[in-house]
Nanobody, 120 residues
Framework: VQLQASGGGLVQPGGSLRLSCAASGSILSIDLMGWYRQVPGKQRELVATVTSSGSTNYADSMKGRFTISRDNAKNTVNLQMNSLKPEDTAVYYC???????????????WGQGTLVTVSS
């Protein structure tokens, strides 16, 4: 069971980028999924989360600019980022709480991170 994030890259200020994260393996169900980000030397911070029923939560600085969504059939979570700012530059990580078909519960399973650089 693992999470694989993709979609990072270099974008100009004001631009958009879409991140995707796919959970793979023998998965029975996925509860909370989310995105976090980390700048070197700083703590990892919440970007947004989404429950299995679609309820979302955003960090204040991302509200109105970022949109999180998930596809329960595909075990994926996406993050649409618009109006990007240089201060959004960070490594973005996806996270999930899920249960495998073995019965094991994975709490705070992290993906490998994808770098987003906002610069002109």
């Amino acid at each position: 069971v693992q999470l694989q994030a993709s979609g990072g890259g270099l974008v100009q200020p004001g631009g958009s980028l879409r991140l995707s994260c796919a959970a793979s393996g023998s998965i029975l169900s996925i509860d909370l999924m989310g995105w976090y980000r980390q700048v070197p030397g700083k703590q990892r911070e919440l970007v947004a989360t989404v429950t299995s029923s679609g309820s979302t939560n955003y960090a204040d600085s991302m509200k109105g600019r970022f949109t999180i969504s998930r596809d329960n059939a595909k075990n994926t979570v996406n993050l649409q980022m618009n109006s990007l700012k240089p201060e959004d530059t960070a490594v973005y990580y996806c996270k999930a709480d899920l249960r495998a078909t073995s019965g094991r519960y994975y709490s705070n399973l992290w993906g490998q991170g994808t770098l987003v650089t906002v610069s002109s």
